[in-house]
């Protein structure tokens, strides 16, 4: 992952809101993949660390780090969340891991049979419940981790938080949403939880992601533009990929890729 200095348009990632947000039928929820009730994931999450460290970190995740601290809201996106503090509190897991290919990212699918986004991957994250606590404080931490649990069944206690971006505003939603960013220092087992939700759980290397060869502009047929990327049988686009897009340029890890390669968004997107 070499260092560019190529600076590139800021990102809009408002007008599609791919966070996990509407089917919250939470509870003690069947599990498919033994037949069982899912515990309560309340309690894994409160023994888990919500406290934001870098220590025993990666190197390989330092410029992540560095970027978290210094990147500034405006350079994530145009749109930022109401001085009035309006807006549906959320939050999303940016897990990073260490597979057989080197560094990746979590993601899920959503299910085919969701009323909007059907089958679009995004990380894993929904709205705040106001048992997560505080939302300018631990509250998107708790939440992000709940969330994580809730729908790919990882153990928060393996998940080291080390930064937090600014939370960014999608306006077509009102939704405000703080991505959380984690190192999986102990990786867990994972999966479907709820069919109903999520239809994938699955890692992408990060160097798929920074491949050129994987990276377009989805264009949808209102005329929005956003990053995108072709990796593991899917296609990231919408909030997602511009959270990735914006990741890999602040950590220095973005590659020239060809900015007039398109891929066609079809209304039900």
Known sequence: MTHTHTENTHTDMDTHADTHTDT???????????????????????????????????AWLDPVAEAARSVRP???????????????????????????????????????????H?????FPGGSLDPEDGDQATTGPLRAALREAEEETGLDPRGVQLFGVLP???????SFVVTPVLGWWRAPSPVGVVDPAETARVFTVPVADLTDPANRAVAVHPSGHTGPAFLVESALVWGFTAGVI?????????????????????DWRA
């Open 24 to 58: 919250h039928a939470r509870g003690h929820q069947a599990d498919p993949r033994t037949g069982a009730h899912a515990p309560d994931t309340r309690a894994a999450v409160d023994r888990a660390a919500v406290d934001v460290t870098t220590a025993g970190l990666p």
């Open 118 to 122: 059907a089958g679009q991957p995004s």
């Open 245 to 265: 897009d914006r990741i890999l340029h602040y950590a220095g890890w973005e590659r020239p890729w060809d900015r007039a390669r398109q891929v066609p968004l």
């Open 74 to 116: 405006h350079q994530l996106s145009r749109f930022l969340p109401p001085e009035s503090g309006a807006g549906r509190q959320s939050a999303v897991l940016v897990l990073f891991g260490e597979g057989a290919r080197g560094p990746e990212l979590l993601l899920t699918e959503r299910s085919g049979t969701l009323r909007s």
């Open 167 to 173: 939370r960014l505003y999608i306006p077509v939603s």
